[in-house]
């Protein structure tokens, strides 16, 4: 798999329902980052792992880490219409930089 | 909320003419960047800026691009002669404590 690469690619649930997306990375990291992006739309930054952190939480998002594997996820509970966006993770390379390396993305629909 | 912001939203241009896309920062940040975005594809990462010079840049930033911060508040993208494949969006983004704030993109459409 490619560095922050996603599964499910796309994923369709009810609302209220929870919402579990992975994404596997290749390389060591510093930090590791979840993004949402709605339609035609910019990039919103969720949440960052640090890779000494092995869970966060945010609101109604949960993120672990998982360094041995190389994984993450991303859990968003009693998921909402307004969740229905793509979701993206994203590493840092180990670089001290901005650059990201991002994922292809996971679609998901959450229906009303 | 401070924010990103990018101008234009969308510009179609034809193959081979000069695109400039503009974004403005935020205005404490000192690091700055460009990515972009092929329909349908991932968020690729084209350049970063630093101390009004380049840090670091990727394959896809090949000659035709350049960047530059002409008046300590503009950080311009510029395509110098575009081809149909540089169509997507290109997005700009600022950093501050690790986090990245991007803008919404300019969508780019070469004909």
């Known amino acids: 798999s490619q560095q922050g690469e996603e599964d499910p690619q796309a994923l369709s649930i009810q609302e209220g329902e929870n919402a579990t997306m992975n994404c596997s990375y290749k390389?060591?990291?510093?930090?590791l980052q979840w993004y949402r992006q709605n339609s035609g739309r910019g990039l919103v930054h969720l949440i960052l792992?640090?890779?000494?952190?092995r869970e966060k939480h945010s609101g109604r998002l949960r993120v672990t880490l998982d360094t041995s594997k190389k994984s993450s996820s991303l859990l968003i509970t009693a998921s909402r219409a307004a969740d229905t966006a793509s979701y993206f993770c994203?590493?840092?390379?180990?670089?001290?930089?901005?650059?990201?390396?991002f994922g292809q993305g996971t679609t998901l629909q959450v229906k009303p | 909320e401070p924010e990103v912001t990018q101008t234009p939203s969308h510009q179609v241009t034809q193959m081979g003419q000069e695109v400039i896309l503009r974004c403005v920062p935020i205005?404490?940040?000192?690091?700055f960047y460009w990515y972009r975005q092929i329909l349908g594809q991932k968020v690729e990462f084209l350049v970063s800026?630093?101390?009004?010079?380049?840090?670091?840049k990727s394959e896809i930033f090949d000659d035709q691009f350049s960047v530059e911060r002409p008046d300590g508040s503009n950080f311009t993208l510029k395509i110098r002669s575009t081809k149909l494949e540089d169509s997507a969006m290109y997005f700009c983004?600022?950093?501050?404590?690790?986090?990245?704030?991007f803008g919404e993109g300019s969508r780019l459409t070469v004909l």
């Open positions: 994203a590493t840092d390379g180990s670089s001290n930089t901005g650059k990201l390396i």
């Open positions: 390389t060591s990291i510093n930090n």
């Open positions: 792992i640090r890779s000494n952190e």
């Open positions: 205005s404490n940040h000192l690091y």
């Open positions: 800026f630093y101390n009004n010079e380049i840090s670091e």
């Open positions: 983004a600022s950093e501050g404590a690790r986090e990245l704030f």
